[in-house]
Nanobody, 123 residues
Framework: QVQLVESGGGLVQAGGSLRLSCAAS????????MGWYRQAPGKQRELVAG???????NYADSVKGRFFISRDIAKNTVYLQMNSLKAEDTAVYYC?????????????????WGQGTQVTVSS
């Protein structure tokens, strides 16, 4: 019932910028936390940035100062502004959210994932 729809990926030159967005849709009670993960070729999926409802943020060390996560609660949308992109940022970026639904209950939050959007940084 819940879907996370990502957009904004693409091909960009090193040093360029991209903005990813992810919107949650479907039947749900609340979204506790939203964030972005990425998985580069041959590597494990890693947390890039997260933002809970309280507004605090956390970032992977590799993206601090370059990437910025934000959230529009009214639109159930999370964004990832990626600046000064490097070739090593090339990965599939996945949206993640902790969501409670009518099926599980108001206080029962579960992980939901987007399908992923490809970010390719050329060098």
């Amino acid at each position: 019932q819940v879907q996370l729809v990502e957009s904004g990926g693409g091909l960009v030159q090193a040093g360029g910028s991209l903005r990813l967005s992810c919107a949650a849709s479907g039947r749900f009670f609340d979204i506790k936390t939203m964030g972005w993960y990425r998985q580069a070729p041959g590597k494990q999926r890693e947390l890039v940035a997260g933002i809970p409802s309280g507004g605090s943020t956390n970032y992977a060390d590799s993206v601090k100062g370059r990437f910025f996560i934000s959230r529009d609660i009214a639109k159930n949308t999370v964004y990832l502004q990626m600046n000064s992109l490097k070739a090593e940022d090339t990965a599939v970026y996945y949206c993640n959210a902790m969501i409670s639904t009518p099926e599980t209950g108001f206080r029962e939050f579960r992980d939901y994932w987007g399908q992923g959007t490809q970010v390719t940084v050329s060098s």
